[in-house]
């Protein structure tokens, strides 16, 4: 999930630029790559396993720190269906709702582009064919895979930037937008 994903990004972002995780919130404010990382998924939501992204939540403050740098994109991404099939349900389910918030942010982003948007499209049409299935039965390797698939697709239209509806976990406390929208 994205959690793990944005922590070894930090870690790793930190190992090679030095400092403290909170000197590299805000854009572009790493001078090195980070370490190299695979990143293997074991959710479909969020797509954080391929993007510039990571969300650090900063405990001292109570604030979500967004680190935006391409020198935190991991170096190979893996999305195994396999290691899908125990996800109980609800998380599933929030996890998809993530990967449609995701779809449906980026097609009506004022940064979209015809291939983002068909990247996004395509994404909203597979959530929609196989999220119920991927809930209904876990062990459904055609739904999980579709739903991986899925998941891939809105991290295309991630190279830009979310915007509002992203904006808003930060300030609800406890909250993400995947449990919002279940």
């Known amino acids: 999930g994205s959690s793990p994903h944005d922590c070894a990004k930090g870690i790793g972002l930190v190992a090679t630029n030095g ?48 680190i935006v740098d391409w020198h935190v994109t991991p170096i190979m991404a893996v999305n195994d269906p396999e290691l899908m099939v125990e996800m109980p349900k609800a998380l599933t389910a929030a996890t998809g709702m993530d990967a449609l918030t995701h779809a449906i942010e980026a097609y009506v982003s004022i940064d979209a582009t015809p291939v983002t948007d068909a990247a996004a499209l395509k994404a909203i049409d597979l959530i929609f064919k196989y999220l119920k299935r991927a809930v209904e039965n876990g062990k ?43």
């Open 19 to 66: 400092g403290s995780i909170k000197d590299y919130e805000g854009v572009n404010k790493s001078a090195k790559p980070m370490l190299p990382l695979v990143a293997v998924n074991t959710t479909a939501g969020t797509a954080s396993e391929m993007t510039r992204f990571s969300i650090i939540t900063d405990e001292d403050r109570h604030v979500k720190m967004a």
């Open 140 to 182: 459904d390797i055609e739904a999980r895979d579709k739903m991986a698939y899925a998941e891939y697709l809105p991290g295309l239209p991630l190279t830009m930037q979310l915007r509002y509806v992203h904006a808003m976990p930060t300030s609800w406390e406890g909250f993400t937008i995947s449990s919002m929208c279940v």
